[in-house]
């Protein structure tokens, strides 16, 4: 993940360096960050001159202690508890004391990685999804201490580099889903599939292609709470919205909160979440020319 995601950062302008154990290790990773940047260019995302101008604004090493200047720091190391603390205690030792240090975790909390760590206003979670370089959308999460202006500056910064940061607004984890928010819905996911898989219900082919072709050829342009606005469950009449409110409130686990929050929220009828009802027609035919665009694009081409 590190080459990855420190080409966000040196595309963008913002001197960059990759530390890691040793230089064989960084031999690797210069030909990684030197053929992503190549591949950027030969698919015209950027300009020759600007792949090479990043490369150029990318230091590697494996001396830790030239990152005592960073202002930023993102560990992206072995997912291992013990080693991230060890990382977090030793950076902020030697880092000024300004430096934000940030975790690319999937599965630890920031807590438990800040364990001993003096500075817990300046440490804070970013999670990057593969390829980090690609894939716009990262989460950005608090620790137990980290204010909100090191989470702000870091929600900035994630901007600034044309990412797309998702607000983390709670510690909170299904224990038999765990990660962050956006890991905690696609491993429901990946379990269901599993799931199906060996209970026989379909080929491993069949489910892969069956998403990517049905709410995965949508996701690009909705997600759930869209998705129920374009699926019009506002215009259901009141005993079927009854029936879909009543399942959504059975969910297994859910706090006494949480049941609550969902009542209010289904309070007067199911409601949209983001459609303007009275601009249904309009939200819809432009949904649909995205799709057809994808259509043409993913799997018809152009028909005469
Ligand atoms: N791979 C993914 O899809 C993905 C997605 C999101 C988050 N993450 C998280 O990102 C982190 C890295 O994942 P990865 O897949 O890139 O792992 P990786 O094993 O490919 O890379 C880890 C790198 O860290 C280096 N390293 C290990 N211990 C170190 C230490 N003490 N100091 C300095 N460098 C050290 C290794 O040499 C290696 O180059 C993990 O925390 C992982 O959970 C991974």
């Not at 030239?66 to 993102?74: H, M």
């Not at 206003?121 to 690609?134: E, G, Q, R, S």
């Not at 901007?159 to 491993?187: A, C, H, S, W």
Request: aromatic share 10%; hydrophobic share 40%; glycine share 6%.
């Amino acid at each position: 993940m590190g080459f990855g995601l420190a080409i966000n950062f040196a595309l963008w302008g913002y001197p960059t360096t990759i530390y890691d154990l040793d230089d064989q290790i960084l031999a690797k990773t210069i030909q990684r960050v030197k053929k992503a940047l190549d591949m950027f260019a030969t698919e015209d995302l950027i300009s020759r001159r600007r792949s090479e101008e990043t490369f150029e604004r990318i230091a590697f090493t494996s001396d830790i202690e030239n990152l005592a200047d960073a202002d930023f720091i993102t560990e992206a190391i072995v997912e291992r508890l013990f080693d991230k603390q060890e990382l977090f205690n030793h950076l902020d030792k030697i880092c000024k004391s300004q430096t934000i240090i940030a975790s690319n975790t999937s599965t630890l909390r920031m807590g438990d990685i800040a364990e001993g760590v003096k500075r817990q206003d300046k440490v804070v979670l970013t999670h990057y999804f593969t390829p980090p370089h690609i894939v716009p959308g990262v989460e950005v999460a608090k620790g137990p201490g980290t204010t909100d202006e090191t989470f702000n500056l870091t929600y900035d910064l994630l901007k600034n580099v044309r990412k797309t940061p998702v607000r983390v607004l709670k510690d909170f984890i299904i224990p038999e889903l765990p990660g962050y928010l956006l890991n905690t819905m696609q491993r429901a996911l990946e379990g269901a599939a599993y799931r199906l898989w060996a209970e026989g219900v379909a080929s491993a082919e069949d489910i892969d292609l069956g998403i990517k072709a049905s709410f995965g050829f949508r996701n690009p342009h909705e997600g759930p709470f869209m998705h129920a606005d374009f699926s019009a469950h506002f215009k259901w009449p009141a005993d079927v919205q009854d029936r879909q409110v009543k399942r959504t409130l059975a969910m297994p686990g859910l706090s006494e909160e949480a049941r609550e929050r969902l009542r209010k929220r289904f309070a007067d009828g199911v409601g949209t979440w983001f459609i303007d009802p009275n601009k249904f027609e309009e939200a819809e035919e432009m949904r649909d020319r995205q799709y057809a665009r994808r259509l043409k694009e993913l799997y018809w081409g152009k028909l005469d």
